[in-house]
């Protein structure tokens, strides 16, 4: 697949949010409603078609977290995802954050793997998060899961020397 075709841009006030697509990374709509209000929607598009999304929310002044990330299932395992967490580093770098955050579940091991081949590192847990955020319980390579595991990247050290004026 040619992924350098690939354009991600914020969405538009007035577009439709892919909810298809973003279910794919959480089991209710409830959930991505409360990442989109407190955060911003990206999308990822090729020959005019989504075929990925994600959420960015500022955490705080620093640090900012993904939310959602999401390619569309046909596409999945083609580069794709590393495209969109390129874009991510690249834009948090450059709005002057030095932390990137990304959340997934305790038994998501094939998602940690995907993250750490990112670049991210294990971090922190969110004890108890998907009992305390969603109603039901939520099963995931048929087991119940209960924490948020926390991966980030410091965005300075990944900075190279001479990509100081990005941030001036
Ligand atoms: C997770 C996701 C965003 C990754 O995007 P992607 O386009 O499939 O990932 P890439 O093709 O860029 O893969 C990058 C690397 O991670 C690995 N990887 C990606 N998804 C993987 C998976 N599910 N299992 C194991 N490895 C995986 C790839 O093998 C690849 O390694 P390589 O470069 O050595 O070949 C995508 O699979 C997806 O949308 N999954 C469903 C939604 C989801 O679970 N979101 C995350 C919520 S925490």
């Not at 973003?22 to 911003?40: V, Y």
């Not at 995931?140 to 990944?158: F, R, S, Y």
Request: aromatic content about 8%; hydrophobic content about 40%.
């Amino acid at each position: 697949m040619d992924t350098s075709t690939i354009e991600i841009n914020i969405a538009g006030e007035n577009e439709e949010v892919p909810y298809a697509l973003l279910l794919l990374s959480d089991d209710t709509k409830e959930a991505i409603d409360h990442n989109l209000a407190k955060g911003e929607l990206y999308l990822g598009r090729q020959n005019g078609q989504i075929i990925a999304s994600f959420i960015l929310k500022c955490i705080d002044i620093g640090t900012i977290e993904i939310k959602n990330i999401a390619v569309l299932e046909s596409l999945q395992g083609k580069g794709v995802g590393t495209i969109l967490i390129d874009f991510i580093k690249e834009n948090a770098t450059l709005r002057g954050f030095h932390q990137l955050l990304v959340g997934t579940c305790d038994q998501c091991h094939k998602e940690i793997e995907f993250y750490k081949k990112s670049g991210f590192k294990l971090f922190d847990v969110r004890k108890n998060f998907f009992l305390e955020n969603y109603y039901k319980p939520i099963y995931e390579n048929g087991k119940q899961i209960i924490d948020m595991v926390l991966l980030k990247i410091d965005l300075l050290a990944t900075t190279n020397p001479g990509d100081g004026e990005w941030l001036a």
